[in-house]
């Protein structure tokens, strides 16, 4: 049995029941049926639907904004925010297909050689609750206009908004069975990797889940691709417009009640700069409102559940144990946390070396950019980074030296479906969005012609 459950009042919402080994071979049968005639069906057509998608997605966008909401606590105007992204995203596939998969030719030794861009089958997507609509559209929508299928075992905290996802697939016009959610245990899952009909796996979630389903996928030998956890750095310089700077922490760092693999997750500031940094931050911070998600006023709501609220306490009483200092926040009201900013952290602390996903802010002082770089750069992570400098050629400079899959200079780090996103070290393998997401799951084939 599964049950979702309101964060914010801690009331059941809805219980679901798992899917039997047979209901979920079925559907993985039923996509690979499905998948055969779709890879036949021209790409015009796959773009028509993808545009019918987005139009769907912003006709039904507050009804899902607040699914999403009571399933998982995302403030409402964040979610609406989410299923926009959603519908952007398909436009940009939908906009740029033809040009993104297009067969290239190369010269060589034989008469003709061209690279053609090919489907690979089924591929199954395990998916995290944080963002429940955009983490799986990031996936499904490239997979889908390759030409391959797809079954979705998504967080069973959200597991109304998966279901809400294969209805609108559905709604869309995409062919029946293409694509289906399935409401399956890890045991499943690992089933599912080994079967023959499943061609790769995608998750998105925590090093470790990462690890455990890499290490399944490798057994197989299923293509993967792997977009894990973060500790991000955002570093202020010493020519950075300060104001400006924390600003964009706050959103950095707080956006989804600071529950984001690419938050701001570590601050590091030039000393030049702190004493007025720290106070524009702190500034920042106390404008927060913190409360109902489903209120409009509404900027931080609750963590996806009172455990995670409870892992936040533990976090800032091991950096107060030795010697930070909480400037603000650092208490909690059942899965509610206050946005909280640490000084004096060192590097034992475990707001450093792990990932923190929930609304606190370690600021960490660098006397040089030597230092700030080594800073950045002492993580296992590598996901994204964030520099800020009024002088954009040093920015960049700075940007070219950190260990991160994407780099924003006077931005903070995001996902654009016209870019690259990923990381590398325990940050992930592989790529989403862009044209190179989009032949994550592709056969990559040459065809290569001589005179006979």
């Excluded at 899952?189 to 455990?212: F, R, Y």
């Excluded at 296992?380 to 400079?397: I, T, Y």
Aim: proline share 4%; charged share 20%; net charge negative.
């Amino acid at each position: 049995m599964i049950l979702t459950i309101n964060p914010a009042t801690g009331k059941t919402l809805r219980t679901y029941t798992q899917h039997s080994d047979q209901m979920i071979l079925d559907a993985l049968a039923h996509a690979h049926t499905a998948q055969l005639a779709w890879r036949e069906t021209p790409l015009a057509e796959r773009v028509v639907l993808l545009n019918r998608l987005a139009e769907m997605l912003r006709e039904k966008s507050e009804q899902y904004a607040r699914l999403m909401s009571e399933e998982m606590g995302k403030t409402i105007r964040s979610a609406r925010a989410e299923i926009e992204k959603c519908a952007w995203a398909c436009e940009v596939y939908a906009t740029h297909a033809t040009s993104w998969l297009a067969e290239e030719t190369v010269a060589a030794d034989g008469r003709k050689h061209r690279i053609v861009i090919e489907p690979l089958g089924v591929i199954l997507a395990v998916m995290p609750w944080n963002f429940p609509f955009w983490q799986v559209i990031r996936f499904l929508v490239p997979a889908l206009l390759t030409g391959n299928g797809a079954l979705l075992k998504h967080a069973s905290n959200v597991t109304g908004s998966a279901l809400g996802i294969q209805k609108i697939i559905n709604e869309a016009g995409f062919p029946a069975g293409l694509f289906a959610t399935i409401l399956a245990t890890h045991q499943q899952v690992e089933q599912i990797i080994a079967h023959p009909l499943c061609q790769g796996v995608s998750l998105t979630g925590s090093t470790e889940a990462g690890k455990t389903i890499a290490a399944t996928a490798g057994k197989y030998l299923k293509k993967v691709v792997l977009e894990l956890g973060g500790s991000d750095p955002l570093i202020v310089l010493a020519d950075a417009d300060v104001a400006t700077a924390a600003k964009a922490t706050v959103a950095g760092r707080f956006r989804n009640n600071g529950q984001s693999c690419i938050a701001a997750k570590r601050v590091i500031v030039q000393q030049e700069v702190q004493a007025a940094y720290m106070h524009a931050l702190l500034a920042e911070v106390e404008k927060l409102v913190m409360g109902d998600p489903l209120a409009e006023e509404t900027d931080i709501g609750p963590l996806v559940n009172e455990q995670a609220a409870e892992k936040m306490e533990q976090f800032v009483a091991d950096a107060f144990e030795k010697g930070a200092v909480v400037q603000t926040g650092g208490k909690r009201q059942g899965a509610y946390f206050f946005p909280t900013v640490l000084t004096n952290v060192t590097a034992e602390m475990a707001v450093l070396t792990e990932e923190v996903f929930g609304p606190v802010i370690p600021v960490i002082v660098a006397q040089t950019e030597n230092e700030v770089v080594a800073l950045a750069n002492n993580t296992r992570f590598g996901l994204g980074a964030s520099v800020w400098s009024q002088d954009l050629a040093h920015g960049e400079r700075v940007a070219r030296k950190l260990e991160a899959g994407a780099v924003f200079v006077n931005g903070i780090t995001k996902s654009d479906p016209r870019m690259p996103f990923g990381g590398i070290k325990e940050s992930g393998l592989g790529r989403e969005l862009s044209r190179w997401g989009l032949r994550e799951f592709a056969n990559i084939k040459t065809i290569n012609v001589y005179d006979g």
